[in-house]
Nanobody, 115 residues
Framework: VQLVESGVGLVQAGGSMRLSCVASGFGKTFWANAMGWYRQAPGNQLELVATITSGLRTTYADFVKGRFTISRDNAKNTVYLQMNSLKAEDTAVYYC????????WGQGTQVTVSS
């Protein structure tokens, strides 16, 4: 199993960015897995950003509600995180995670929002 995150990396405050997480090694069962995005800023704890279930039910942390959208394309084995109205405090390493046990993490991708 492998999760590979990608994104633009650097954006100005108020801008937008979309992160992608491509899954491999799931076989034909990617659709059945709940997936999530987490982030960790320097000196801060890891925090949950958003999740999406196999039934497309989504949850969001309060600090991203109304700004971020999680989605998935099961045909492409990909989970997305659309981030709008970005703030400097959104700067962090963002990780993709398989929520359905056993847990599995991607390597992370740096997101930097310049103010």
């Amino acid at each position: 199993v492998q999760l590979v995150e990608s994104g633009v990396g650097l954006v100005q405050a108020g801008g937008s960015m979309r992160l992608s997480c491509v899954a491999s090694g799931f076989g034909k069962t990617f659709w059945a897995n709940a997936m999530g995005w987490y982030r960790q800023a320097p000196g801060n704890q890891l925090e949950l950003v958003a999740t999406i279930t196999s039934g497309l039910r989504t949850t969001y942390a309060d600090f991203v509600k109304g700004r971020f959208t999680i989605s998935r394309d099961n045909a492409k084995n990909t989970v997305y995180l659309q981030m709008n109205s970005l703030k400097a405090e959104d700067t962090a390493v963002y990780y993709c995670k398989r929520q359905t046990p056993p847990d599995f993490w991607g390597q992370g991708t740096q997101v930097t929002v310049s103010s």
